[in-house]
């Protein structure tokens, strides 16, 4: 039976029709990409290629799986099974059994997953007496795994001067060292690692003209998805399977690449027609999912790059309304207004929970969308990870906070005893343990007279407990003296958890120092909220009631639809009806590591774009005037990207107008001395804020155990009902009461998106507008 290509507009028919030759598939957000892909398959079949000698390459499983049950619905599922479909890894690893041998493996070999991998790696690091600390086997991980996938050897490697000098400015000069015993090892032990799958399928075929030559005729027709996301490896093997017989289609959107730091190429899919000099190009440039209004805006932005394939992406849905574009006065104020847009439309409008999705550019972002939902009683989960709370650093610091409350709490003891590592072992800790359960008293009171209860331990041990014991002590002896922001912060210099997640700037890492400060954020922001509503003291077991409430709701696991947080990294091929798209501010977004260098700010574009195109109906950007950052409040100015966007999609705050004004020749114009510098300045007039410069991360050792901000003098004289004032973190509120006299004077103040607030004036951050 033919296959019916009625569905398809004429673009996706030209695209699927043709097989005569290599062809390149620019596919614009949301304009059936997938669809191509699954009818040109199927029509392959239909012209006579058998299931067999078609290759379809994936970059996950669910993908494949997906293409196979819609390609099964067209030709039926006896075809269908017998597709080579999958992902790199899957298709690589089932030819290189078939071909082992040749290789110097058994059929059998051992597929290493990275903790297996890690392992080894820890282990070679010992045996070569090299500091664990120094040598971590993560980051050692991650720096063999680019060398594999840009297929470099350990023998190339060690000779490589670049390589060697990389190393050596990362203090790690033994990398090389460390490469060739762990690939020794690895066929020793009859073993690959994930990258090793691409890199022996490349070497199968470099080294064995025969094997390229059998799969080469085997695979008459290749096809590759997401070809954006492709590293060099993958590249280089996909044209070793096509060289000759030239039968390949690549699918993708260099607008939607975004994964340089796992080693995806933008220019495979830039250059792919220089590679291949005869390939069609075809563009898919409707787009089915959003409305007019945010595809034009989302063209808007994206035209601004000057590396990509061009297209005009339209859609025939309806025009849609202007894109909000939210000024908060700070990042507590955006979470606000994020909770109270959703839930407004939820009642208004007739939306789930589950239409809405708030995407931001860092994982520890989430905290303050997380409490404003919480707030409101907003269902939400975190995609793709953990909520702020649940996650490995931040527990880790919060059992510190619970032990120096608290030093009988086991589960805490547990946790942090040996972290960051003190050379207290599981040995020590089960005769502890063992000596507690025994006479029936706390793991800290054994701590305290160890040898009084038994424990048979080396002086070098008791040392080490000793150690523990007095940093935990002094912690304790300051909870009744020290606000919990400030004792928050000693604690985490202190312990040596800064110094162990600052040990360098791998994106695991970068991960955990953002999240740690902005748990330290948090406290900051917690202390202040309750020093202004009178309390002159908040402690650290305040805070601590305060997140356990927090954590409770984190087990609980309720069903239903749900609000989704995510980064925009983990956006990428979903869609929601409606998206927020938060913190757009220089120095947040686009990021601060991306600074002179004008590859990875189009990148950053790209991501917003990717993050724009995610919404069906609504979409809303927004950013906050200031941020607790690093110890300190930071006044920010818009993201360069919001002036990117032409300003006719756009529905600015009424203070903005003038930035409306500007016209896209007046952008253009700017545009010019960029191509000197290598990089645009920001270009959004929506605010002349203060802008502090962003102090590095590592000055979170530095910071001072000093109260919150300082308040101002006391602005109660005079104050009024009816009044307007501005305040730091809240915005925008209305006074409707004022009590009390002297340094007890309050206001009780409706703020527009914070809600009702009582103030202590003698700490609180405002001015009188009106």
């Known amino acids: 039976m033919a296959v019916d290509l009625d569905g398809l507009n004429e673009s996706q ?13 620019i596919a614009g957000a949301g304009s059936g990409k997938t669809r191509v892909l699954t009818y040109k398959i199927a029509y392959l079949m239909d012209q006579g290629y058998e299931p067999w000698s078609i290759l379809a390459l994936t970059f996950t499983n669910k993908a494949a799986r997906e293409m196979k049950e819609r390609i099964a619905r067209q030709v039926g599922e006896e075809k269908a099974r017998y597709l080579w479909m999958g992902t790199f890894h899957s298709i690589f690893s089932r030819i290189l059994r078939a071909e082992a041998e040749r290789l110097g493996f058994s059929s059998d070999f051992t597929v290493y997953d990275a903790a297996d991998s890690k392992s080894l790696l820890k282990t070679i690091i010992k045996e070569m007496g090299l500091d664990d600390k ?112 030239r039968k390949v289609c690549v699918v993708g959107d260099d607008a ?54 061009h297209k005009e992406v339209f859609s025939e849905k309806d025009k849609g309304e202007p894109i909000p574009v939210f000024k908060a006065y700070s990042d507590v104020e955006e979470g606000e207004i994020v909770a109270g847009t959703i839930t407004r439309m939820v009642a208004r409008d007739g939306y789930g929970y589950d239409d809405f999705a708030v995407l931001y550019r860092t994982n520890a972002q989430s905290r303050i ?49 040996n972290y960051p590592a003190r050379g207290i072992g599981d040995t ?34 008791v040392a080490r407990l000793q150690g523990f014991r007095d940093l935990i002590a002094g912690f304790a002896s300051d909870v009744a003296s020290k606000n919990a922001y400030g004792l928050g912060q000693d604690i985490v210099r202190r312990s040596g958890i800064v110094a162990d997640v600052y040990r360098d700037r791998s994106p695991e890492n970068l991960s955990r120092q953002e999240n740690i400060e902005e748990l330290i954020n948090g406290m900051h922001d917690f202390c202040a909220s309750r020093e202004e509503e009178g309390n002159s003291r908040v402690s650290l077991s305040d805070y601590l009631q305060e997140i356990s409430l927090l954590t409770d709701l984190d087990s609980e696991e309720g069903e239903g639809a749900k609000v989704t ?5 983990s956006a990428k091929g979903l869609e929601f009806k409606n998206v927020f798209v938060v913190g757009l501010e220089e ?10 260098n004008l590859k990875q700010l189009e990148e950053e574009r790209r991501l917003f774009y990717v993050a724009i195109t995610r919404a069906e109906e609504h979409c809303f950007l927004s950013y906050a005037k200031s941020r607790f950052r690093y110890g300190k409040t930071e006044f920010s100015s818009p993201s360069r990207f919001l002036g990117d966007i032409d300003a006719r999609y756009l529905k600015l705050p009424e ?109 609180a951050r405002f001015k009188v507008i009106e």
Not at 273 to 302: D, G, M
Not at 448 to 458: D, I, K, M, Q, V
């Open 587 to 596: 120095n947040l977004f686009p990021s601060p590591m991306v600074s002179g």
């Open 655 to 763: 203070e903005d107008a003038a930035f409306s004004r500007t016209t896209q020749n007046e952008r253009a114009s700017r545009l010019a001395p960029e191509a000197s510098s290598g990089i645009s300045r920001p270009k959004v007039a929506m605010e002349k804020p203060r802008v502090v410069s962003v102090a590095s991360p590592r000055n979170l050792r530095k910071l001072s155990p000093d109260a919150p901000d300082a308040a101002g003098p006391a602005l109660g004289a005079g104050l009024s009902v009816g009044q307007m004032i501005e305040h730091q973190r809240f915005g925008i509120g209305k006074v409707v009461k004022v009590e009390g006299t002297g340094d007890n004077c309050k206001a009780t103040v409706e703020f527009r998106h914070a809600g009702v607030k009582q103030l202590l004036l003698k700490f």
């Open 428 to 461: 020590t800790l089960n005769k502890i343990t063992s000596a507690a359960t025994q006479h029936n008293v706390s793991l800290w009171t054994v701590l305290n007279e160890p040898l009084a209860y038994g424990l048979s331990l080396t002086k070098s041990t």
């Open 369 to 417: 969308f997380e409490e404003s939902l919480r707030k409101r009683g907003l269902p939400y989960r975190i995609y793709g990870g953990l909520s702020f709370y649940q996650r490995k650093e931040i527990k880790d610091v919060t059992a510190y906070f619970r032990l120096a409350v608290n030093p009988h709490d086991e589960e805490a003891f547990k946790r942090i005893i």
């Open 256 to 309: 939607q690449s975004i994964y340089s730091f796992r080693g995806a190429n933008i220019d495979n899919i830039l250059h792919f027609r220089q590679t291949y000099q005869e390939a069609r190009l075809f563009k898919l440039e409707q787009n089915y999912r959003s409305t007019q209004t945010i595809v034009k805006a989302a063209n808007s932005l994206i035209a601004k790059n000057r590396a990509q394939i």
């Open 134 to 245: 120094t040598y971590r086997p993560g980051l050692v991980q991650s720096r063999i795994s680019q060398a594999k996938n840009q297929l470099v050897l350990p023998v190339a490697y060690a000779s490589n001067a670049e390589c060697y000098q990389s190393d050596v400015e990362a203090k790690v000069p033994a990398i090389r060292d460390i490469y060739l015993r762990y690939w020794e090892r690895c066929r020793q032990s009859d073993a690959m690692d994930f990258d090793d799958l691409l890199l022996y399928t490349y070497l199968l075929f470099e080294q064995h003209a025969d094997v390229r030559e059998k799969y080469a005729s085997r695979f008459r027709f290749v096809l590759v998805d997401e070809y954006q996301d492709t590293n060099y490896a993958q590249h280089r093997i996909v044209w070793q399977l096509t060289e000759k017989y």
């Open 565 to 569: 947080l995510m980064t925009i990294h």
């Open 13 to 25: 028919r030209e695209a699927v029709l043709y097989i005569d030759g290599p062809s390149q598939v």
